[in-house]
Nanobody, 124 residues
Framework: QVQLVESGGGLVQAGGSLRLSCAAS????????VGWFRQGPGKEREFAAA????????YYTGSVKGRFTISRDNAKNTIYLQMNSLKPEDTAVYYC?????????????????WGQGTQVTVSS
């Protein structure tokens, strides 16, 4: 089992920044990748960014590329999502997920564990 706990969400004005954290515990040695997904009001949960657990390879969806940075601190078993130049359309609940099967996973079905989510609201 892997447990994930997100933190760092909040209310920010457009153009501002937030840093989300995802703390992993349990059988973290079995994690292949960690990803951030988001679900806006009335929308499906969508992929935002992912990082391989061991190699640090990263991947971003087009709408966040250049504004968001995913990183990891393996000593703390924590994944971060630095979000800059935030826009109102970034408003969503942000979830981190852990994949045990793929080192760079971009779809929901590839993830095995999820956190409870953290709300990010960007005001215009």
């Amino acid at each position: 089992q892997v447990q994930l706990v997100e933190s760092g969400g909040g209310l920010v004005q457009a153009g501002g920044s937030l840093r989300l954290s995802c703390a992993a515990s349990g059988r973290t040695f079995s994690i292949a990748a960690v990803g951030w997904f988001r679900q806006g009001p009335g929308k499906e949960r969508e992929f935002a960014a992912a990082i391989s657990w061991s190699g640090g390879n990263t991947y971003y969806t087009g709408s966040v590329k250049g504004r968001f940075t995913i990183s990891r601190d393996n000593a703390k078993n924590t994944i971060y999502l630095q979000m800059n130049s935030l826009k109102p359309e970034d408003t969503a609940v942000y979830y981190c997920g852990a994949s045990l099967r793929r080192t760079l996973a971009t779809t929901r079905v590839d993830y095995d564990y999820w956190g409870q989510g953290t709300q990010v609201t960007v005001s215009s």
